[in-house]
Structure formats: C-alpha cells, structure tokens
C-alpha cells in the first residue's frame, strides 16, 4: 500500500503569495507543475484553534477504526453526535475528511480519511 501524507504549513500571507506568484510564472511559461494537496496556516496558534486534540482523534478514530457514519463515530469517542458531526463538517471543509452519503433505507454519511500521515512544515 502506498503511503498518502498531506501537508500542513505554516507560512505569512506574504510567504503564500510568493508561492503562488511562482507556480503562476511557471503555467504561464508553459512549465508543468506538480500537483500540490496540503492546508497553509498563518501562524502555529491558529493552527492549533483548528487542529484541536478532539479533531485530532477524531481523524484517528476514523482511519482506525472506519465507522459507518458519523453517529458510529461519535458512539466510539462518547462524544456528543452534534458535537462530533460539527467538527467532522468542518474538518471536510478543510479537506482533511471526504464524506460519502448512502441512502440504503435511512441516509447516512460515512466520514472517511484517504491519507496516513499529516507532515507539518514551518519554514524558519
């Protein structure tokens, strides 16, 4: 099996314009550029309002254990189902979970994690 990391770095915003103004020089030169997954924050502090030890172990559990849907999941951490489906929606929107709905009888959504490490770069 392959192993699938996403990155998390913490850049300026004057950091990740200049990334971004680079990889657009280089589409325009008719350079290809290597596809790029990962989430940027500003500052390490915001990074740990968003990466909280709960929604940590939320993504652990998922990769662990695949619960079926995200009322399973709040089941296995004894967490509250509103609570745990807040923070599986948002992190989704961040693009650290995939959800995938099912309809066989009642609907359901499965939160699932497609990657096995999460690497943190902090320029210095």
């Known amino acids: 099996m392959r192993v ?6 913490i850049k300026s915003d004057k950091e990740l314009f200049e990334e971004v103004k680079k990889i657009t020089e280089k589409l325009e030169s008719g350079e290809k550029v290597k596809k790029h997954e990962g989430i940027s924050f500003d500052n390490l502090e915001t990074m740990r309002k968003i990466l909280t030890d709960a929604r940590i172990k939320i993504l652990k559990t998922i990769k662990k254990d695949n619960p079926g ?3 399973e999941l709040a089941k296995m951490l ?3 189902t509103k609570n745990t489906f807040d923070d599986v929606k948002f992190l989704s929107e961040m693009g650290l979970i995939e959800l995938r709905k099912t309809k066989n009888g009642r609907e359901k959504t499965t ?6 490490k999460i690497l943190l770069e902090i320029a210095v």
């Open 111 to 116: 939160p699932m994690v497609k990657y096995d």
């Open 69 to 71: 849907s995200i009322y």
């Open 78 to 80: 004894h967490r509250d």
């Open 4 to 9: 699938k990391n996403i990155k998390i770095s």
